[in-house]
């Protein structure tokens, strides 16, 4: 019986772990700080503004590029796309077992933006933040002097 007990233990352990030894920095990402996320998302925000898309609805960014930011190259990534509004990087490889991280706005509240890991159909919301945009001096109304 407790031969059995162990074994049943060890499975379980086992199956506990599998994800994340098949694939650990896809677990080590999803278990980071706020702070991490919330300097990670600011250099999501840094190559948006950084690499203009002209007339191109995205654009594919190198992974060597050197403008790319450290906390962005420490994670090895395998593809890095940037649109108006999201950035996108593959990380893990370029296989079945890779995943997509995103900073995009949330589909229903644009003033909130979400960072989150797809692997498979599973998406998982690690960071959110609220990114309001005041409005733009040129689209305010302007008041017109009172004709007399």
Same mark, same amino acid.
């Given at each position: ?5 162990? *074994? *049943?233990?060890?499975? =379980?352990?086992? *199956? ?8 650990? !920095? ?5 278990? &980071?700080?706020? +702070?991490?996320?919330?300097?990670f998302t600011a250099a999501c925000d840094s190559v948006?503004?950084?690499? /203009?898309?002209? @007339?191109? %609805?995205?654009?594919?960014?190198? *992974?060597a590029d050197p403008s790319l930011p450290k906390i962005m190259?420490?994670?090895? /990534?395998? &593809?890095?796309? =940037? $649109? +108006? !509004? ?6 893990? $490889? ?9 900073? #995009? ?5 644009? #003033?909130?933006? =979400?960072?989150? @890991?797809?692997? %498979? ?6 960071? $959110?933040?609220?990114?309001? =945009? ?5 689209? %305010?109304?302007? $008041?017109?002097?009172? +004709? &007399?």
């Amino acid at each position: 019986m407790l031969v059995m007990g162990l *074994v *049943v233990a060890f499975f =379980v352990g086992f *199956v506990w772990l599998l994800p994340t030894l098949l694939n650990p !920095q896809y677990f080590g990402l999803r278990h &980071k700080s706020a +702070r991490y996320y919330a300097d990670f998302t600011a250099a999501c925000d840094s190559v948006l503004a950084g690499h /203009p898309l002209g @007339t191109n %609805e995205f654009i594919d960014i190198p *992974v060597a590029d050197p403008s790319l930011p450290k906390i962005m190259t420490d994670l090895y /990534p395998i &593809k890095i796309k =940037v $649109s +108006r !509004q999201w950035f996108w990087m593959l990380l893990g $490889s370029d296989s079945h077992s890779g995943f997509g991280l995103a900073w #995009n706005p949330k589909w229903n509240d644009g #003033n909130i933006w =979400v960072l989150h @890991t797809t692997a %498979e159909s599973l998406d998982t919301v690690i960071y $959110s933040a609220d990114r309001s =945009v005041p409005a733009s001096p040129a689209l %305010e109304p302007t $008041s017109t002097p009172a +004709r &007399k």
